[in-house]
């Protein structure tokens, strides 16, 4: 599950815990290591909330950033999860492709987009002018730039803390992954046995 023993949950993690079995069918193991801080894991989704509302990024969009994020990191966690995602959202093989670095199957807005992610999440101080023109160019405003850049950042920081604790993928998503998201994953911690 993680490096972490399972503290004894209080009303906030049963909370969060229930929230994953109606959303799931079960418990995340993700949601085992916040249950230390479920408050703090509140805080930072609702951020991610507001970035989302504030700049209209669909579902899609946000599917693609996480996607294209959560690979370049070699988060397997949020990789398979949001992979899942987006393949339930588009479809399979596009999902596999994003995790994969290939954006074939995306607008040119899109492959703007997953480009970004990919840079901000693997190294944020090589990004250039031409990096942030080319998301204005594909029609994202500097506004939405900024917000696109904090939603990853958070992003990259929930990955980092599930997966310094040692946060393994859930076994339950051995079916509910479709095969090609599964097999573009060839990074991170293994699935759950």
């Given at each position: 599950?993680?490096f972490l023993d399972l503290p004894e949950p209080d009303a906030a993690a049963e909370e969060l815990f229930a929230e994953d079995v109606e959303e799931l069918g079960f418990v995340m ?165």
């Amino acid at each position: 599950m993680s490096f972490l023993d399972l503290p004894e949950p209080d009303a906030a993690a049963e909370e969060l815990f229930a929230e994953d079995v109606e959303e799931l069918g079960f418990v995340m193991n993700a949601s085992r290591i916040w249950a230390y801080d479920p408050a703090l894991q509140q805080q930072l989704f609702a951020l991610l909330r507001d970035l989302v509302h504030e700049h209209g990024l669909t579902f899609r969009q946000r599917g693609i950033l996480v996607a294209a994020c959560a690979s370049a990191l070699g988060d397997s966690y949020c990789s398979v999860a949001w992979g899942t995602k987006l393949a339930g959202a588009t479809d399979e093989k596009l999902a596999a492709g994003v995790l994969r670095g290939d954006d074939s199957g995306l607008s040119a807005d899109e492959h703007a987009l997953a480009e970004w992610a990919r840079k901000v999440a693997r190294d944020p101080n090589s990004t250039t002018p031409e990096d942030v023109q080319s998301l204005r160019t594909a029609g994202w405003t500097d506004h939405q730039i900024f917000g696109l850049t904090a939603f990853v950042a958070l992003r990259v920081a929930f990955s980092t803390i599930n997966d310094a604790l040692g946060a393994n993928p859930d076994a339950a998503y051995r079916s509910l992954a479709p095969q090609p998201v599964l097999e573009a994953i060839t990074y991170g911690r293994p699935i759950d046995s």
